[in-house]
């Protein structure tokens, strides 16, 4: 594939790279345990529970951009936070992606339409106790934008160049019951991308853009 289809930080270039990503292992989960090995938050008691997020890249004419969202701050848990859009897969859900799609569409009104899935990446498995699927997709620009209010209080697009240079993760720390917490941070703008969600996008550098 030429230069100019396969431009640094383009849809052609992101696509090109998700279907040469390393094949995930049975078993090999990805998460905050390798940013914290041995941390008895861990040791999670109860079952992990499992979630989907969708990790959606905007072919915008001056680059690949990744759609954010930031979680009402009237939510109980991980208010205020920086999150892809995507949520605990339902019994019901065919899937992984059919999770990402449903859970999008609720959250943010970005309807199927505009959006195509081109793979996933290992699992997540968070100190929260979740195992979270991240699937990947390239969105069709054009769309429009309607957020649950009761979920979502922004949503924003942050270059996929500045979210994939390692110069842009920062390592930070918090404590946990008398103990560190490590976790990676990447402030763009008036925004804080941190916990999870950073390790995901953290994730995502390692395995397409390392």
Known sequence: MDQVTRAPFSI???RARAAAQAAITPG????DHRFNPDHPRLQH????????????VVDRAEGAMVLLTKRAEKLRSHSGQVAFPGGTIDPTDPGPEATAL???FEEI????????IIGRMPDYVSGSGYRIVPVLAVVRPGFSLTLNAD????????PLSFLMD???HTRDSRRWNDLEWFFY???????RIWGVTAGIIRTLYERLYA
């Open 12 to 14: 052609a270039d992101f």
């Open 28 to 31: 090999e989960d990805f998460g």
């Open 45 to 56: 008691v109860k079952p992990l529970r499992d979630a989907a997020v969708l990790i959606p």
């Open 102 to 104: 449903r859970e999008t």
């Open 109 to 116: 009104g970005l309807d199927r339409d505009h959006i195509e």
């Open 151 to 158: 979920e979502v209080d922004a949503a924003f697009e942050v």
């Open 166 to 168: 390692p110069a842009n």
């Open 185 to 191: 941070d990447m402030p763009y703008g008036d925004q």
